[in-house]
């Protein structure tokens, strides 16, 4: 054609998972110039605030935070590659993906879809039962204490330890 032929290759969302609140999303549009001209003011289709349109939900799972990076490219030659770059936060548990275009001189590409991302909940622990075993001991008799805890959150939990123990009683 005698005009500039984008295609999105690909929208990529990293990490897959991420925990609600302690982690970003990472969003790259990566487009490609299939065509014989030089496509001139490349740009994706973000919204008015920038970001990047989602397709699961509702509700929406992740706020915009900053994009795309670059917010246009000056040129893309033939069979020339380029990424824009996204960030979001999670605001809420779910999966997502995102859809995005490209565009240059009044042309835009074909949509895309990104892969699934999914959003837990935070690791939510609490002590379900203290049992010291046994009951009644004797002076310099050692003693067991078990500890059970429970996580009601969705993220999983390595290398838990039990801190701030405190001797009560005589």
């Given amino acids: 054609p005698n005009f500039p032929d984008l ?3 690909s929208i990529a969302v990293s990490p897959t998972t991420v925990t ?12 490609h110039n299939i065509g014989i001209i030089t496509a001139t003011n490349v740009t994706v289709n973000a919204d008015s605030a920038g970001s990047l349109p989602a397709i ?10 900053s994009g795309p990076l670059p917010s246009a490219f000056a040129s893309l030659a ?9 960030t979001y936060s999670p605001t809420s548990f779910g999966t997502l993906q995102f859809t995005g275009t490209a565009s240059a001189s009044g042309h835009q590409s074909a949509t895309q879809t990104s892969n699934l991302a999914t959003i837990q909940a935070p690791a ?4 379900t039962s203290l049992v010291l075993s046994p009951a009644t001991v004797s002076d310099g008799q ?4 078990v500890v059970t805890v429970s996580n009601g959150g969705h993220a999983g939990l390595l290398d838990l330890t039990p801190t701030g123990l405190t001797q009560v009683g005589s």
């Fill in 20 to 31: 609600n609140g302690l982690q970003f999303l990472t969003v790259l549009e990566t487009v």
């Fill in 124 to 127: 939510a622990i609490s002590i």
């Fill in 56 to 65: 699961q939900g509702p509700p929406f799972h992740a706020g915009y935070v």
């Fill in 7 to 9: 295609q999105v290759d």
């Fill in 142 to 145: 050692l003693v067991t204490l």
């Fill in 78 to 86: 033939p069979g020339a590659i380029t990424t824009f770059t996204f």
